[in-house]
């Protein structure tokens, strides 16, 4: 029995020890880092940027999350287009990409980014991509729900984005989604069991209000 515990302690530790977070750095700090990362991503698309309640809530909420020992998965929702979900988490990514390729680490990590409609294509056409996809440490997919439910190939029935989530919350891997689908969409398009699990495996961040892209 004394081996047992031994050995689930250990893998107990290691799972949660080397979950991804920037725990070690100053709040204060990394909030303001993701708020420029945020306002860049803002200024590339040629738009205006307007720093309002809102975005610094939003913006206070996702660098905590990055810090702490929260869940390993992200989700940023609401049915409201151009609130700002891919443009937070487009700079969460350049974020992380910069601290771990800078000299706050001697780690080399990225997050890789992909839609979810391409994501599906490279499941039908690119399946190799596809499987390097689903098993990055470190992955954005943004816009679920706007992909094909079911692809048919050889006539069997597959859902590409099912089986990524099925797979990363196996592995609970550092995942951030986007999506303009509300809660019961989510649900009645991916089913009860892919709600549970999102459930258990994502944070959520509900997006309401205006567009910025008016």
């Known amino acids: 029995m004394e081996g047992l515990l031994r050995e689930l302690n250990y893998q107990i530790h290691r799972r949660t020890e080397t979950r991804f977070s920037l725990s070690d750095m100053n709040p204060k700090e990394l909030t303001e880092m993701l708020m420029k990362c945020y306002q860049a991503e803002v200024i590339k698309r040629n738009c205006q940027f307007v720093r309002d309640n809102a975005t610094d809530e939003r913006v206070a909420k996702a660098a905590k999350w990055l810090m702490g020992r929260n869940k390993y998965g992200l989700m940023l929702y609401g049915s409201t287009c151009g609130t700002g979900k891919s443009t937070l988490a487009n700079a969460m990514c350049t974020l992380v990409n910069y601290l771990f390729d800078s000299v706050y680490s001697n780690e080399r990590k990225t997050v890789y980014r992909v839609t979810a409609i391409n994501l599906a294509k490279a499941y039908s056409e690119n399946p190799d991509l596809y499987k390097r996809l689903v098993t990055q440490e470190l992955l954005f997919v943004d816009d679920i729900g706007t992909e094909p439910v ?33 809660d019961s969409q989510i649900k009645d398009r991916y089913g009860d069991r892919i709600d549970d699990r999102l459930r258990e495996m994502f944070d959520r961040m509900y997006f309401q209000g205006k567009s910025y892209r008016k």
Do not use: M
Request: aromatic letters at 16%.
């Open 150 to 182: 079911n692809l048919k190939i050889y006539g069997n029935e597959f859902s590409p984005i099912t089986e990524l989530l099925y797979t990363r919350y196996d592995r609970q891997s550092w995942t951030v989604i986007t999506s303009n689908l509300s």
